[in-house]
Structure formats: structure tokens, C-alpha cells
T-cell receptor, first 111, second 114 residues
């Protein structure tokens, strides 16, 4: 079945350093969504990418969808302690089916 | 606040017992999803309901069942509980059941099985 793989599983950075997490799917995705879960919290929707090669920015966060629509990345510039949490990518399995979530990348930011 | 409510927040019970987790979706959302999140694990999709009907099943054990009521709230029933069932259980809702729908997550119910 379809899998959504995320790497790395964990990332520790110094405050001010950049951070990137990668998401790869075994099949072509019609769209990909990114969610953030703060420690002790629940996943919160960040963004959705639909078009091949799409790039979207939210302040210090840059999201990309690969040309083949099989991979995506989230890049955070100059991390802050508020960026701490687990970042999940998610894509639909097939047809009108629910999202398949990656295992997430847990980001720790050392002040 | 996502608008999705879940009760209870915490639940501690013993092995072999049965519990019911409750979820109220955002106003206007027709789809409800249930997820299980164990320690250091991702979100395991359990089941989806849309407007009262079961729409998709994930890795849901036979000991688990769910339903969505006419008022669109949903309940997840976990029976013959085992230690390994201890986890965070999230409910999420979305407007429709389309692939592009954003899911809004509730605060979760933390289940501890002793």
C-alpha cells in the first residue's frame, strides 16, 4: 500500500540554524498537507500543496512539492524556540480516501 | 482552538475493560476521523465516518469499533483493553471527505491501561 516516509525522524538544531524535513511517497500524490504538533498538543494544519513544483512560503517556513508530486519538503529558516514540535506530512491514499500521515520529524531547538 | 472537542481528556483503566471516547466535530463538518498515536509514533489512522456512514477503515483492531450519530458526533469504543492500547486517541473532522480537505484535530484523549 501507499507509504509516506519522512526523514529525518529527529533533528536537534541551535536556535538560528536552518532546518529541513523531507517527505517521500511511493506513489504520486494529488496533494500534500503539512501539520505541526507542539509537545503535548494536537496536530495543526499548516499548508496544502497541490501543483507540481509548487512552492509556498509562510514567514520563515518554505514548503515545496516535487515536480513528480512524489516528494515534498519543509524548510525553516533561522529556527526559533517556537518552532519546536513534530512536523507531519500527509497525502491521500487514493480516490476519496483519508490522508496517510508520515511518522513525522521531531524538531528540538536549543537556545 | 480547532472547534473539535473530545472527552474525556484522560482515561485510566485496567486491562480487559471497555471504554468509550467521544468526539464532537466542528460545526458544519460531516467527516470524522479517528487516529491513534503511541509514544514516539506517528498518527495511525483507525477509521473515518462521513455523515453517519463508515467511509474508510485503517488499522483498526476488531476489539475497536466506532459510530457516528445523527447529530454527527462520534464515539470510539475500545474493548478487552490491553496494555498496548495505551496511547493518545485523536479525533479530527473535515467539511467533506475529499482528498484536499483539511483535517481539524481535537485535543485528544490520553488512554492509560494498567
Amino acid at each position: 500500500g501507499q507509504q509516506v516516509m519522512q526523514i529525518p525522524q529527529y533533528q536537534h538544531v541551535q536556535e538560528g540554524e536552518d532546518f529541513t524535513t523531507y517527505c517521500n511517497s511511493s506513489t504520486t500524490l494529488s496533494n500534500i498537507q503539512w501539520y505541526k504538533q507542539r509537545p503535548g498538543g494536537h496536530p495543526v494544519f499548516l499548508i496544502q500543496l497541490v501543483k507540481s513544483g509548487e512552492v509556498k512560503k509562510q514567514k520563515r517556513l518554505t514548503f515545496q512539492f516535487g515536480e513528480a508530486k512524489k516528494n515534498s519538503s519543509l524548510h525553516i529558516t533561522a529556527t526559533q524556540t517556537t518552532d519546536v514540535g513534530t512536523y507531519f506530512c500527509a497525502g491521500p491514499k487514493s480516490g476519496n480516501t483519508p490522508l496517510v500521515f508520515g511518522k513525522g520529524t521531531r524538531l528540538s531547538v536549543i537556545a | 482552538d480547532s472547534g473539535v472537542t473530545q472527552t474525556p481528556k484522560h482515561l485510566i483503566t485496567a486491562t480487559g475493560q471497555r471504554v468509550t471516547l467521544r468526539c464532537s466535530p466542528r460545526s458544519g463538518d460531516l467527516s470524522v476521523y479517528w487516529y491513534q498515536q503511541s509514544l514516539d509514533q506517528g498518527l495511525q489512522f483507525l477509521i473515518q465516518y462521513y455523515n453517519g456512514e463508515e467511509r474508510a477503515k485503517g488499522n483498526i483492531l476488531e476489539r475497536f469499533s466506532a459510530q457516528q450519530f445523527p447529530d454527527l458526533h462520534s464515539e470510539l469504543n475500545l474493548s478487552s483493553l490491553e496494555l498496548g492500547d495505551s496511547a493518545l486517541y485523536f479525533c479530527a473532522s473535515s467539511v467533506e471527505l475529499g482528498q484536499t480537505d483539511t483535517q481539524y484535530f481535537g485535543p485528544g484523549t490520553r488512554l492509560t491501561v494498567l
